[in-house]
């Protein structure tokens, strides 16, 4: 089994900055790509930011130009900062991750979810 731990989400002001992470651990052989989620109220949930082991990213329009994405494949950890937030960011932000295990088949695994709220 891949578990997935988020942290960094909180309570902001409008315009201030918050970073997530998330560490997978367990039977991993390799992971192909990690990203966030949110899932605000009432909504489905969406991509929010999205990158492969080569580095590749994907934003959502909505955030491009104020998150970015990193990982260390070294932690098996993908980080998400949020910079110029706003109050429609408001959200519970998940973590994921696609790869293969350690006995070569396939996960995709979701982190339990971490509250991001921005007050304006």
């Known amino acids: 089994q891949v578990q997935l731990v988020e942290s960094g989400g909180g309570l902001v002001q409008a315009g201030g900055s918050l970073r997530l992470s998330c560490a997978a651990s367990g039977s991993i052989r390799s992971i192909a790509a990690m990203g966030w989620y949110r899932q605000a109220p009432g909504k489905q949930r969406e991509l929010v930011a999205k990158?492969?082991?080569?580095?590749?990213?994907n934003y959502a329009d909505s955030v491009k130009g104020r998150f970015t994405i990193s990982r260390d494949n070294a932690k098996n950890t993908v980080y998400l900062q949020m910079n110029s937030l706003k109050p429609e960011d408001t959200a519970v932000y998940y973590c994921?991750?696609?790869?293969?295990?350690?006995?070569?088949?396939?996960?995709?695994?979701w982190g339990q979810g971490t509250q991001v709220t921005v007050s304006s």
């Open positions: 990158i492969t082991n080569g580095d590749d990213t």
């Open positions: 994921n991750a696609e790869g293969i295990t350690i006995i070569g088949l396939r996960f995709g695994s």
